[in-house]
Each structure stands twice: as structure tokens, then as C-alpha cells.
T-cell receptor, first 112, second 110 residues
């Protein structure tokens, strides 16, 4: 069984540019989560999809972040325009239930 | 004040030693407690989860929750160099969000 995959593994962009991160969950997992870890800080919850619906997006930092999950399969997280403080590692996780979340390797975003 | 406190380490122990990793928390509403292991450049991997107070054992790993003290622990017996990683505790809040500790870097010396 393939695990959670994320693309790209690393992205370097300039302030003001747009970046789109992609997450492919484990097949059959209706729950999909986005998290972020800023350097020196704890992992923080961003949002939770159940199928294509946003169950909880209370962790999204501001309206420069837009997450979608069309068709309830893969998800994208777009940052537009990117700011320096958006740098960090963005993790995606998926689960069948709410307990066992399986994480992808993360996308390391560097905004210069 | 952080909701979950975890010493970032590093914690260095010789191979074969018993390792004790700990987290404290402030929110008494937390019910589910998880331990994740993260290797460098990888995503967190769920090791164990427990519900409410008590112990749970899985092979060389034992998770312990003491809700009265708001304290959780992960014990690793017969530690191996392959156990070297960052160990993160996480807890579910009333909105079912995971609240994370900072992670403890563990080094097992051969």
C-alpha cells in the first residue's frame, strides 16, 4: 500500500510569489489534514478535510492560504502571495478514523 | 504558556539502556494521547496512542498517561541505534485537532 505522498519535496520562492503544494493521501482515506512546522516551533494544525468538505479550517493562518480537495482525493495548498514567515515544513496526513493519522514526508518551503 | 511542554533534548543514552521520554500538558480536556517518531527528512510516524489514564505496551515501547498530573511518558526498553530519532507527543483537543509538543531528539550510542 502506497503511503501519503507530497510534492514538491522542497520549494524555494521569492516573497510575493505563489506556491502550490500537493498531497496524495492513502487510497480510501476520507480524512486529510494539513499541518505546518515553522523552524523552532511545534507542529501546528492547519485544516482538516472529510472527503471534499472542509471539516475544520480554524488553523489556517490567514486568507493567503487556500486549500482544496476536489473530488475527495488529492489536496492542494496554495500560498498567495508568499511571505517570509510562511517558510517551514508543510505536512499532510490522512486517516480512515480520527486516531491513526499517516503522515507524508513533508514539503520544505523556503520564502526568500 | 504552551499547551504541551516537551524537552527538546538532545537526550543521549548508550545502546541497551531504558529511555524515558516525557510531556506535560495544561488542558485537562485532552483525552487521546499519541507518540510519534520522526526520522530526519521524514514525516512523523505514529508509534502508540492511548485513551485517558493508564499504560499501553507494544513490544519494547510502553506509553503511560497520568491525567491527574497531566503527564505522559514513553519508555523504550533495550534501546537500539535505530531508535535514534525525534519523538513527538501529541494530544487531541475538544475540536479533534492534534496539539503537539516540540519533540525530543534521542540519540542511542552504539
Amino acid at each position: 500500500e502506497a503511503g501519503v505522498t507530497q510534492f514538491p519535496s522542497h520549494s524555494v520562492i521569492e516573497k510575493g510569489q505563489t506556491v502550490t503544494l500537493r498531497c496524495d493521501p492513502i487510497s480510501g482515506h476520507d480524512n486529510l489534514y494539513w499541518y505546518r512546522r515553522v523552524m523552532g516551533k511545534e507542529i501546528k494544525f492547519l485544516l482538516h478535510f472529510v472527503k471534499e468538505s472542509k471539516q475544520d479550517e480554524s488553523g489556517m493562518p490567514n486568507n493567503r492560504f487556500l486549500a482544496e480537495r476536489t473530488g475527495g482525493t488529492y489536496s492542494t495548498l496554495k500560498v498567495q502571495p508568499a511571505e517570509l514567515e510562511d517558510s517551514g515544513v508543510y505536512f499532510c496526513a490522512s486517516s480512515k478514523n480520527s486516531y491513526e493519522q499517516y503522515f507524508g514526508p513533508g514539503t520544505r518551503l523556503t520564502v526568500t | 504558556q504552551k499547551e504541551v511542554e516537551q524537552d527538546p533534548g538532545p537526550l543521549s543514552v548508550p545502546e541497551g539502556a531504558i529511555v524515558s521520554l516525557n510531556c506535560t500538558y495544561s488542558n485537562s480536556a485532552f483525552q487521546y494521547f499519541m507518540w510519534y517518531r520522526q526520522y530526519s527528512r521524514k514525516g512523523p510516524e505514529l508509534l502508540m496512542y492511548t485513551y485517558s489514564s493508564g499504560n499501553k505496551e507494544d513490544g519494547r515501547f510502553t506509553a503511560q498517561v497520568d491525567k491527574s498530573s497531566k503527564y505522559i511518558s514513553l519508555f523504550i526498553r533495550d534501546s537500539q541505534p535505530s531508535d535514534s530519532a525525534t519523538y513527538l507527543c501529541a494530544m487531541k483537543n475538544s475540536n479533534y485537532q492534534l496539539i503537539w509538543g516540540a519533540g525530543t531528539k534521542l540519540i542511542i550510542k552504539p
